[in-house]
């Protein structure tokens, strides 16, 4: 009896009436917020990792203190921390600057939340590598007169790069998932869509199971790329096993 | 992908400071700073609202490490079969443990809580059946979807770690204890499983810090754990930052007590050459 009203391929079309279009939409959002995040965690890992390797004690405690917070602390409840905080603090400093409140808009709010939750966990993968890449290397390069940043862009991040990549492959898949957290503060991705679209048709296992199938897909596909990146980081690497 | 990734990277007891040279002048001065900045928030800001939600947050609190325990559990019950079959089993368990690890670990867990309390929740009261039986009072409720979901996440993650121990195991143990003459099931009990178990410790500690770190989803499903506790209190006063701290404070408390009750029990556990 239920058969019937279960599934009703229409409402996925593309067109107004079904909801396919808004739900890829949706989904481009989370890709969009995921990359975004992912590249700013990046930045603010390498800049970490750095920093707890070679900083002074207060940095190092510091930095200590912020990948410890982030991993203590539910996601959840630092997408809201940081989602208001953040906002009301650029406000704040803008209207001291004297240009007055502007609208943030939820992407970069997101990108900005996501980024700092990665950039805590990509702080503690890259220091792992940097730590794995061994010694001799850096020490050969600094001993052959390269400035500090040139030691970073030609030793010591290319070398680190096999051993980082896992977790932040593993991070990459993290930051697609995490995005749906946004939909808590009301963002409209693909998570937040889906459950308006399924409470306006009352159709849920259809659309949440199209959702479902989406983040897999991107989960899938970025396994696929993530395997080639891995292969071609660890190209004359003594075969393990 | 590698085979050893989970979801995240957990906090582990290896992170806790090391109570020798924890003491250094600078650790002082920024100790000082820290204690004047928390001062400054108790002061500064409102806390009058606290005493009144201190019992609702302490069965907030009571529910959420419920939700935790029970799912922890259930999942690791789940995450045995499912690692073993991966291993050993023929191949209708074996792709279908493989497919529901996969499908689990690449979508978000938010989705998949909405999907079963939503879905489901939609879907049973059109079956007379069930709404005539016993079970129906609760699953007009909303924590049985929210275990369910937690449960099944925790077990498609753990599985998968599962298998990587169940595989890790020597041969050559397995190989004694058949050349002692054990059955399947006892080399399974004495041997196997306990030394899977051994080699997965670690990360069963960090997959249940996260656990603990998913359970807060739960509110969104209006089960009333701590975080629900506390979205409440800011309905209710119109507070955004002092709720949320505050909440902040209270997860990194039970994640702080999660590690150190791990660092005790993992240190109680002998290891070979340690």
Redesign the interface.
């Known amino acids: 009896m239920a058969a019937d009203s279960l599934i009703n391929w229409s409402l996925l079309a593309l067109a107004a009436p079904g909801w396919g279009g808004v739900l890829l939409q949706g989904f481009l959002h989370s890709v969009e917020i995921a990359i975004g995040g992912y590249a700013l965690g990046l930045l603010l890992g390498i800049g970490g990792a750095f920093g707890k390797l070679y900083g002074g004690p207060v940095l190092r405690d510091l930095l200590e203190c912020y990948t410890t917070i982030v991993r203590a602390v539910p996601e959840l409840v630092l997408i809201l921390l940081l989602y208001y905080a953040g906002t009301d603090l650029l406000n704040q400093v803008l209207g001291a600057m004297g240009i007055g409140a502007v609208d943030i808009s939820g992407l970069t709010a997101g990108i900005f939340v996501i980024g700092v939750v990665q950039g805590a966990y990509s702080t503690e993968v890259l220091r792992g590598a940097i730590k794995a890449v061994p010694a001799g290397q850096i020490e050969a390069a600094r001993a052959y007169g390269m400035s500090p940043t040139k030691v970073l862009r030609r030793i010591t991040l290319p070398a680190m790069l096999p051993y980082a990549i896992p977790g932040l492959a593993n991070l990459w898949l993290i930051a697609t998932k995490d995005t749906a957290l946004l939909a808590v503060v009301g963002f409209s991705e693909l998570t937040l869509v889906t459950r308006q679209a399924a409470g306006t048709t009352k159709a849920y296992f259809l659309f949440f199971c199209a959702a479902g199938a989406l983040y897999l897909v991107l989960t899938l596909v970025s396994n696929l790329f993530i395997g080639i990146i891995e292969r071609h980081a660890r190209r004359g690497f003594a075969e393990q096993r | 992908?590698?085979d050893?990734?989970?979801?995240?990277?957990?906090?582990v007891p290896e992170?806790l400071p090391k109570p020798e040279n924890f003491l250094?002048p600078?650790?002082i001065v920024?100790m000082l700073l820290f204690a004047g900045l928390v001062v400054a928030v108790a002061v500064f800001m409102r806390w009058d609202w606290l005493p009144r939600y201190l019992p609702r947050l302490g069965s907030g609190i009571l529910v959420s490490l419920a939700m935790l325990f029970s799912t922890a559990i259930l999942g690791f019950l789940l995450a045995v079969p499912l690692g073993l079959v991966q291993v050993t089993g023929p191949w209708f368990l074996r792709v279908p443990a493989r497919l529901f690890c996969?499908?689990i670990?690449?979508?978000?867990?938010?989705?998949?809580l909405?999907?079963l309390y939503?879905?489901l929740?939609?879907?049973f009261p059109?079956?007379p059946w069930i709404r005539h039986s016993f079970l129906w009072p609760y699953l007009r409720e909303a924590w049985p979807y929210g275990v369910a979901a937690l449960t099944l996440s925790f077990a498609a993650y753990e599985g998968e770690v599962m298998r990587g121990a169940f595989a890790g195991v020597p041969q050559g143990e397995l190989e004694a204890a058949r050349a002692y003459g054990m059955g399947r099931w006892t080399t399974f009990r004495r041997i196997w499983l306990p030394r899977a178990v051994h080699r997965a410790l670690p990360t069963l500690n960090g997959e249940t810090v996260l656990q603990?770190?998913?359970?807060?989803?739960v509110a969104?499903i209006t089960v009333v754990d701590v975080?629900a506790v506390i979205s409440k209190v800011r309905q209710e006063t119109y507070l955004?930052?002092e709720p949320?701290?505050l909440?902040?404070l209270i997860?990194?408390c039970l994640?702080?007590i999660l590690v150190v009750a791990f660092r005790y029990f993992e240190n109680r556990i002998p290891t070979r050459g340690a």
């Open positions: 992908m590698t050893e990734t989970t979801h995240a990277l957990a906090l992170d250094k600078h650790r920024l996969t499908v670990r690449g979508t978000p867990l938010l989705l998949q909405w999907l939503y879905g929740g939609s879907l059109q079956f603990l770190k998913s359970t807060p989803l969104t975080y955004t930052y949320l701290l909440l902040a997860y990194m994640t702080g």
